[in-house]
Structures are given as structure tokens and as C-alpha cells.
């Protein structure tokens, strides 16, 4: 018997997304952006969000439908995003969800968009529970020990922004284009991380807990003392700035790893591995850190490709689809949680 088709809808923060999946088979994924609708904006509009999704989802399930090349009536579960997110784009999906599974008389599954994250490593890989998971996106920033499906233990995280917003409030200060991640990292390869020395905060703090906040105004600084010095930037100074910048983030996210792991590493799991998902992930000098850190514990290092490290649905199917061998199905009192931690 062929494992259970799975539809799964995302709509949590600025990504509409729908995907079709048949055990680690993804058939379908289609993900609709909403970067050109915010940016006049300097951020996600909420309402606008919310608006998007509402007009889109439908279409995302069509479009999914019609590239996996099969009927509605074939689907056996729907897995919805129930949280956290932006709570308009998050009832768009769940109502949806429960009209599908209502209508189709299917079961449904509530999601959480961590655990989406959190579980897609074992999508592309032959990961055993427990491994160590390091998420870093533009809302998120936390360590987990994944144990299964429902079962996390969260280690530390930021207490104030997540790297990817840090990046992407560097690009705005800096003058370059959103998302802020790729422009930064471009730079950055053409600068001298040395010239500047921002600040590694919370290392002296015990413990895995990350801030990023204190970032962003040490750059704000450093630029407005060049400018008031020399009356602008040069390129060499943004690229610098840059690179400066990238440096800290990455040493910040390997010191706190090595930490992680000697906590993870305490419960002598079968097959240590470090796996990590967010958008942030996509970070090459990131990357390259990290690895060092795994190489160096002895830990094997994972990353899902790119499309499915920043947020879409077949994560969303893939966590339903644990979560329904599991029995773990919701029903009609289903609720969106803006707030939810894992
Ligand atoms: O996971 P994601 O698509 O969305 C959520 O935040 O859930 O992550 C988007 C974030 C943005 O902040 C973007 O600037 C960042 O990931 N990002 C990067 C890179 N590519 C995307 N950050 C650093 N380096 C990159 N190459
Ligand atoms: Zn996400």
C-alpha cells in the first residue's frame, strides 16, 4: 500500500504555499512570494498578508493539484500551518483546511510552522531522532533537540530578533535591496571582515540563548561615523561593513552551537548530526562555520536544499504526515496561534 497523499497548505507569515506529498515523495510545491507586495513598506504589512494569502491559497492548491497531477479526491489528509504567525494569513489556511477536509471528509492535522521546519532535514536525509536542529530564519533563531514528531526540546534561542531580520535591517541601513541575507552575503564577499570589530553579544552569557538587536545599531553607528568622517560611504566601506558584519553573526551562531552540541552530546544519541533549516542556512560563510563546528564535535552535518530550508508546504505535508502515522489528527475546533512554541 503506498503511503498516504498529503496536501499541505502554508500561510503564516509572507509565503503562500501548497504542496502534495506521498511519504518522502514530493509531487508538488508551489510557493507564491509576496516580497514585491511589501516592499514600499520596509517589512510584512500584516493586513496585506493577510489579504494575499486570503486571494491566493485557492490558486496555490490548483497549481499544486495540477503539477502533482492528481484530483482533490485523491488526497488523504490535509495538513494545515495552525501557528505561529501573522493570525490573518494563518485563519486563511486553517479555514481552508477545515473546508477541504470537511468536504472531502479527510482528516486534518494541525501544523506547527516550527516543527515544519524542524522535521524537514528528515524529508532529504536518513536522520534518527535524536538530532540536534538549529533553525535560523527571518522570524525564528532557536536550538531543539528533535526527539519525534511532537517531541522538542528547545536549548536556547534569540531573545530579541532573528538573524535573517538582522540581515535584513544591515541591507536597509546599508542602502541594499530586500531580502537583506543575499545582498549582505554578496557584499560581504568583496570586504575585509577585520577592518571592523562588531560586537559578539551574550557570549559571556552561559547557556544557548542569542541576541541580534545589538547588531544592527552597532552598524547604524559605524556608518554614521563614516559618513560624518569622510561625508559618505565608499563601496570598500559597505562591502567591509558588511563582511564585519556576516563575521559576527557566524561567530556568535558557532560559539553557541559548540555549546548545543556539548548538550546534546550528554545524552550519547545513536547517530549525532546537526541539521539546519531557515532561510539564514542559505548562507555560505554560515554554512562553512557550522560544518567546521560539526567536523571538529565529530556530528554529521545536514541542511534540506534551499527551496525547502525557507518556508513552503511540503514541510508543512511532511510534519502532517509523521504526525498522521502517529494518529496525532485535529479536529473541527482546530484553532490559528499566533503564538505557539514548540
Ligand atoms: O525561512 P525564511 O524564508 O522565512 C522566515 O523567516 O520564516 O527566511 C527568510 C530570511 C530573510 O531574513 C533573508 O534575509 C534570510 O532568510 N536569508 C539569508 C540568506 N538568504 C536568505 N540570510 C543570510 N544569508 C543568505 N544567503
Ligand atoms: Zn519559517
Given amino acids: ?165 538582522a540581515f535584513d535591517k544591515t541591507a536597509r541601513i546599508l542602502g541594499l535591496p530586500q531580502p537583506g541575507g543575499p545582498s549582505v552575503e554578496a557584499e560581504a564577499l568583496k570586504g575585509d571582515e577585520k577592518r571592523f570589530r562588531f560586537p559578539r553579544p551574550l557570549l559571556d552569557r552561559e547557556g544557548c540563548d542569542l541576541s541580534f538587536s545589538g547588531l544592527k545599531t552597532a552598524i547604524l553607528r559605524q556608518r554614521d561615523a563614516l559618513i560624518a568622517d569622510q561625508g559618505g560611504l565608499t563601496l570598500q566601506d559597505r562591502a567591509d561593513l558588511c563582511a564585519g558584519f556576516q563575521a559576527a553573526v557566524r561567530d556568535v551562531l558557532m560559539e553557541k552551537t559548540r555549546r548545543a552540541i556539548a548538550a546534546y552530546l550528554d545524552e550519547a544519541p545513536a547517530d549525532p548530526a546537526l541539521a539546519v533549516a531557515g532561510g539564514v542556512a542559505a548562507n555560505q560563510a554560515l554554512r562553512a562555520g557550522l560544518e567546521t563546528v560539526c567536523t571538529d564535535a565529530g556530528l554529521r552535518f545536514t541542511a534540506p536544499p534551499l527551496r525547502l530550508c525557507t518556508d513552503n508546504a511540503a514541510m508543512i505535508a511532511y510534519a502532517g504526515g509523521e504526525m498522521l502515522a502517529a494518529g496525532q489528527t485535529a479536529d473541527m475546533t482546530l484553532s490559528a496561534r499566533p503564538r505557539w512554541p514548540l
Avoid: W
Avoid at 494569502?53 to 479526491?73: I, K, M, S
Avoid at 516543527?115 to 538549529?134: Q, V
Avoid at 532557536?142 to 514528531?149: M, N, W
Fill in 1 to 165: 500500500k503506498p503511503p498516504p497523499l498529503i496536501l499541505g497548505l502554508e500561510s503564516s507569515c509572507d509565503d503562500t504555499a501548497a504542496a502534495l506529498l506521498r511519504g518522502r515523495d514530493v509531487l508538488s510545491s508551489v510557493v507564491m512570494g509576496q516580497n514585491a507586495l511589501h516592499a514600499d513598506f520596509g517589512g510584512v504589512v500584516p493586513e496585506i498578508a493577510a489579504r494575499a494569502h486570503a486571494e491566493r491559497l485557492d490558486l496555490c492548491v490548483e497549481q499544486a493539484l495540477d503539477e502533482a497531477g492528481v484530483t482533490l479526491t485523491q488526497v488523504d489528509a490535509i495538513a494545515v500551518t495552525a501557528g505561529p504567525g501573522l493570525i490573518g494569513g494563518v485563519l486563511s489556511g486553517v479555514m481552508l483546511a477545515k473546508g477541504l477536509a470537511t468536504g472531502l471528509g479527510k482528516p486534518l492535522i494541525g501544523v506547527n510552522h516550527l516543527a515544519g521546519h524542524a522535521l524537514t532535514p528528515r524529508l532529504t536525509d536518513d536522520l534518527t531522532y535524536p538530532y540536534l536542529m538549529l533553525l535560523v530564519s527571518g522570524g525564528h533563531c532557536q536550538f531543539l533537540i528533535v526527539r519525534g514528531a511532537q517531541d522538542f526540546t528547545r536549548l536556547g534561542g534569540t531573545i530579541d530578533d532573528a538573524p535573517g531580520e
